[in-house]
């Protein structure tokens, strides 16, 4: 129902835009989120966006590099990764809740229950 795409492999210091398109509608009004995960660590929370594309979040490690949006026209989320590290190399999951959650967004793993496939993000320093 997630789709993510857009990983690869990328210098130290560079961009990556990755995407994660709905496959129906039911997802146009509903908060996304980014998580990642690298071998051997707990998935991690990267970045949420509301549902009308307004509030974001952020995790403090991807602060002022990173940024999330929606196009609900498209049912597509992005993730728009800039001076990239090498810290950064996992793989990146899409997430959304179903039902919409009212109220802040969210950053725990359990906050959200229909996740992407995932993509890899290598950052080679």
């Known amino acids: 129902q997630l789709q993510a795409c857009g990983g690869g492999l990328v210098q130290a210091g560079g961009s990556l835009r990755l995407s994660c398109e709905a496959s129906?509608?039911?997802?146009?009004?509903?908060?996304m989120a980014w998580f990642r995960q690298d071998t051997g660590k707990e998935r991690e929370f990267v970045a949420a966006?509301?549902?009308?594309?307004?509030?974001?979040i952020y995790a403090d490690s991807v602060k002022g590099r990173f940024t999330i949006s929606k196009h609900n026209m498209k049912k597509t989320v992005y993730l728009q990764m800039n001076s990239l590290k090498s810290e950064d190399t996992a793989v990146y999951y899409c997430?959304?809740?179903?039902?919409?959650?009212?109220?802040?967004?969210?950053?725990?793993?359990?906050?959200?229950?229909?996740w992407g496939q995932g993509t890899l993000v290598t950052v080679s320093s």
């Open positions: 129906d509608r039911t997802f146009v009004n509903v908060n």
């Open positions: 966006v509301g549902y009308n594309n307004i509030n974001t």
């Open positions: 997430a959304t809740r179903l039902p919409r959650v009212v109220g802040g967004l969210r950053t725990g793993i359990a906050d959200w229950n229909i």
